[in-house]
């Protein structure tokens, strides 16, 4: 017998990423456009049709033959309706439905999830999480993204909702955030903030900074402790709330920088493992930028593994 | 037909209550003992035995008519192993398990749960989160407890664990904490942590530390003003990781100085509205002190609730 196989789609900010996955997690096909969210819902979902139209004539496949859709897209997005509401970055696009332009175009089920869940769906089948049943797992990219698995279930809140990980208060002294409140983790720790915060010290960018602390630059040195604080601070958390086994760290940045903060996490979950009497172990994702669209696709692989 | 009833004890690190609790939760009967940890596991549970014959013959009950036997108490314990592992307040009883006593004893079933399950349980079946599937509940007390309920049952992390919320950080120049990191809820805003802070500004306790601060005292006020940021940080750990409809503040410290904390609340709650599009509502525990004990009781009266 064939293996089943799904699309999956990641929808960020900037570009889009489309897969043709197999349920042995080979990625058969892929490629990559622009979101242009300027441009409008309605032209973006066109050119995601004719990606996914020419991703299946490269492969011989039929979308009649597909398991289904998945789409891992930058939340807020309501996974129930299938609709995004996500004013910060796709903008105009609020209460718009891949889930029913999809269904339309193929005539197969389509799923929404937001991207920090289909991350971690994609860990929990084909990465670092595969052999857990409670995870947390963090991706940190232009924003932070937070995602639980709880008995090998997507974690949801009231209303089907997914969490807001990203905008747990780690830094009492931190930045305002565009949430409303004062240093939460990803007004420290994205990919965004360590770029703002190095420019005010005239580096370029998030990589520079990194570089120069490696280098020993006092200054450089500084400001990435208190991220790694930081994020020392959010893994306590999932800790303490979650109880997961593992915690997965993600994203373009971790995938860079993680070796810079393994050792306060490892020290994070030696106090905790000493306070709790249980263990608790961390990791970097192994699937790095194709977690999300892998995930993605498993959420149609396996829709009875999401609540 | 008769209504069904069971016995639930709450035991903490100074005294253990007692109640013989019906369906209705109706507390048709309670006593209080004192906890005595030093003098030892099997003495204690000896004086909770004849506690229970006593409470069964004042009311005319026996226990064999009984649903079963609920303990809450001072955690961490293993809901799932019935065992205590409590060396901060219950040391020397860890391993000990109250759940085989009781079941020896009385020949009915007996549960263990961690003090603040034990207590969102009794505000799920008779208080402030009668109406609601998604919960936080935090206790303040002489420490800082913490439990979830998601699609109407008790979180459970890996291996069937409690979370520790009372341990989310909250407050990066915080004190040590005895769990090994700085700042969390526990060592800011227990009633402990403030009379802590209070004694080193002179003045008795934590009552007194509140009153002064109505007062208009300006040191009382801001020792109150950095316990209010602490809570109201929590309350946002709470909003961003389990996303509950609802998050109920219980435990001595909350029953007598609510209104001090809840416009800090009400911020919280409307920027959270705000940025996600939906309700979070908050409120003060019903039940007071009994919460504990009748949340025990109902762990045996609906132990299918509880995963």
Redesign the interface.
Known sequence: MRESRAIGIDIGGTKISIGLVSESAAVEGRLTLPTEPEAGFAEAMQRVVEGIERLLTSAGARADELAGIGIGCAG?VHPGTGTI?NPFTLPGWEGASPVRVLEDAFAVPAYLENDADAALLGEVHAGSARSF??VVMFTFGTGVGGA?L??RRI?????G?????????????GPEC????R??LESVASGTAVTKAGQALGLADAAEVFERAKEGDPTARSLIERVV?AVA?AF???L??????QVVFGGGLMERQFEVFAPALRE?AR??E?????RFLFSKAELSNEAGMVGAAFRALRPEEV?
């Open positions: 807020p509401h049943e409670h639980a709880v008995d974690y949801r809140g009231t209303n909702e997914h969490p807001e990980i990203g905008h747990i208060p780690v830094d009492s002294s565009y949430c409303g409140v240093g939460c604080v601070a306590w958390t999932a303490h709330t979650f109880m997961p086994e994070r106090l905790a000493r306070a709790w009497g249980q609540a």
